[in-house]
């Protein structure tokens, strides 16, 4: 009798828990009455489901109510089979040496970006859910809004917990499917920032000494000297001599994208102090920041990867450079770019 009472407790805190979700579904819609044979299945379309931690991450409880969530919902791409088309005929003319002009800013928003309207929804949905500073990005692709775990649960239908990371963070993260009502799911791609468990990092990792080898490299391009031992070190404006691409025509307007996130000012001095030290012209160059501030975020873990790439661009492309604009968005999510024409190629770092 214990197990039967027990068992009967269990069914009818299922049922209760399914009644409240049915009620919240009917909110979410508007406060559209559901039968009682309709499903959450049926209302409901799921975008994420719950977040897998890695091993040594170790589940503290229940998130508290109040934990700050600042939200990102990305929208789908309209058109998507015919964009898919452009990029794949432009890529095959490439291969055959055939020109392909390519599809301006406008025309992208014009016939694959989300609509006005699409956005708007999406933002009326966050505002009457309890969000704040809802906010369309320009492109319409990105919205953003700032909450709780308690909006954030109620918005989409699921639940959080406090986590403690294997690095020793204390992070939070869904515990169950993300969903949004089913009149969202051909416009909304997915919910970001309901989980800081897994966060956005690169692989690069600068050593704190400059190996001894690298040491010696670097002054052999000052002396003119080549060590025999380091004859397989190579700068990034040794790379078209490597790749045989000295005979190459220079070309211009190719768009190049670096993703970065947080403050990448110091990228901009590195990369300034990398010009004048093999005698190329400085980038200039100016920061975007896609949350309105510079910089985005004081976080700059990744600027090794930064430094990397933009000096890579620029030493690759050959002397003579113009113009770079660096676009960085908040830690964890986000972009460096900018925008130029390089001897060889042409160099912009765009998000």
């Known amino acids: ?56 991450d170790v589940v503290m409880g229940a998130l508290p109510v109040n934990q700050p969530m600042h939200v990102v919902i990305a929208l789908k791409l ?7 088309a452009f990029v794949s005929t432009t890529m095959k003319n490439q291969a055959k040496g055939v020109h392909t002009p390519s599809m301006t800013s406008e025309q992208v928003l014009a016939n694959h970006a989300p609509t006005q309207q699409q956005a708007q929804t999406v933002a009326n949905y966050l505002n009457n859910m309890g969000f704040t500073n809802v906010r369309i990005a320009e492109n319409r692709m990105l919205v953003t809004a700032d909450g709780t775990a308690a909006t954030a649960a109620k918005a989409f239908l699921t639940s959080f917990r406090q986590v403690r990371t ?85 070309s211009s307007n190719v768009i190049v994208g670096i993703i970065s996130e947080g403050d990448v000012s110091s990228s901009i001095s590195d990369l300034n102090h990398y010009t004048d030290g093999i005698g190329f012209a400085r980038v200039t160059t100016n920061i975007l920041s896609t949350n309105g501030t510079i910089p985005a975020s004081s976080d700059t873990s ?21 113009s770079a604009s660096m676009r960085a968005r908040p830690a964890a999510s986000d972009s460096v770019a900018a925008s130029g024409s390089s001897g060889r190629s042409s160099t912009s770092v765009l998000p």
């Open 166 to 250: 294997h690095d020793g963070r204390i992070a939070f993260a869904n515990s169950a499917e993300v969903r949004v009502p089913a009149s969202l799911q051909g416009v909304v791609q997915s919910v970001l920032g309901l989980q800081n468990v897994h966060q956005l990092h690169t692989f690069a990792t600068a050593p704190k000494k400059l190996p001894a080898q690298a040491q010696t490299a670097a002054a052999a391009r000052t002396t003119g000297s080549v060590h025999p031992m380091f004859t397989n070190y190579y700068f990034p404006e040794e790379f078209s001599t490597v790749y045989a691409a000295n005979s190459s025509a220079p």
């Open 1 to 56: 009798m214990k197990t039967s009472s027990t068992h009967t407790r269990r069914l009818g805190a299922i049922s209760t828990k399914s009644s409240l979700a049915l009620a919240v579904v009917a909110a979410l819609l508007g406060g559209a009455t559901l039968g009682a044979s309709a499903t959450p299945a049926s209302a409901l379309a799921t975008v994420a489901h719950p977040t897998v931690l890695s091993r040594g």
């Open 78 to 84: 309209r058109n998507k089979d015919a964009l898919d």
């Open 302 to 322: 990744g600027q090794v990867e930064w430094n990397l790439d933009s000096q890579s661009i620029v030493g690759s492309a050959g002397t003579a450079t113009s």
